[in-house]
């Protein structure tokens, strides 16, 4: 079954300090990993994603597939960060839906 | 680019009417639309792929008589929501790609409340 787990629900943090947004998956196959951000008010928008191994805005997340995993982190979290953060897969290829995780709402503290 | 509208924002309506949401990507053509529904303080959860000019396929445990998919072109999917009753409250969600591997992009979601 296809299944994307954020155990965090709410995750606080002073501005400057380092943040690390979990997420662990299960998929049968190879998935493509994706963090999602929706700032308040906001539509959801694409933050990064495996493939590209880009840094968005400071954040960075590496797939593990070892351990199922792709942690969102940054190394200085700064108060405009403070958003709703969903991790989803989908299946290669294309044209196939997104599967997402609970979600997690960083709060940065001044 | 990649700009995806939903119209409209927000519905409320008596319940036994229904509803159409309209998702519209502006400057670009996609290929497939995606439908999610979103509950409060939940995550998205998807109700149906919509390819142009085929039958839109839906999730388990979603009713297609009920949620009626409409994807007449490459700019255009509608949700209609028949005979909507209080437990079809939700946001309603949609994102478009272009396909061939390429992001989705989503809709600022459409938000019905039935009453």
């Known amino acids: 079954a296809q299944r994307v787990t954020q155990p965090e629900k709410l995750l606080s943090v002073f501005k400057g300090a380092p943040v690390e947004l979990k997420c662990n998956y299960s998929?049968?196959?190879?998935?493509?990993l994706f963090w999602y951000v929706q700032y308040s008010r906001q539509r959801l928008q694409l933050l990064l994603r495996h493939i590209s191994r880009e840094s968005i805005k400071g954040f960075t997340a590496d797939l593990n597939k070892g351990e199922t995993s792709f942690h969102l982190k940054k190394p200085f979290a700064q108060e405009e960060d403070s958003a709703m953060y969903y991790c989803?897969?989908?299946?290669?290829?294309?044209?196939?839906?997104?599967?997402f995780g609970k979600g997690t709402r960083l709060s940065v503290i001044a | 680019g990649a700009v995806v509208s939903q119209h409209p924002s927000r519905v409320i309506c008596k319940s036994g009417t229904s509803v159409k949401i309209e998702c519209r990507s502006l400057?670009?053509?996609?290929?497939?639309m995606f439908w999610y529904r979103q509950f409060p303080k939940q995550s998205l959860m998807l109700m149906a792929t919509s390819n142009e000019g085929s039958k839109a396929t839906y999730e388990q445990g979603v009713e297609k008589d009920k949620f009626l998919i409409n994807h007449a072109s490459l700019t255009l999917s509608t949700l209609t929501v028949t005979s909507a009753h209080p437990e079809d409250s939700s946001f309603y969600i949609c994102s478009a790609t272009r396909g061939g591997g390429e992001t989705q992009y989503f809709g600022p979601g459409t938000r019905l409340l039935v009453l």
């Open positions: 989803a897969l989908s299946g290669l290829g294309g044209n196939t839906p997104l599967v």
């Open positions: 998929y049968s196959g190879s998935p493509e």
């Open positions: 400057d670009f053509q996609a290929t497939t």
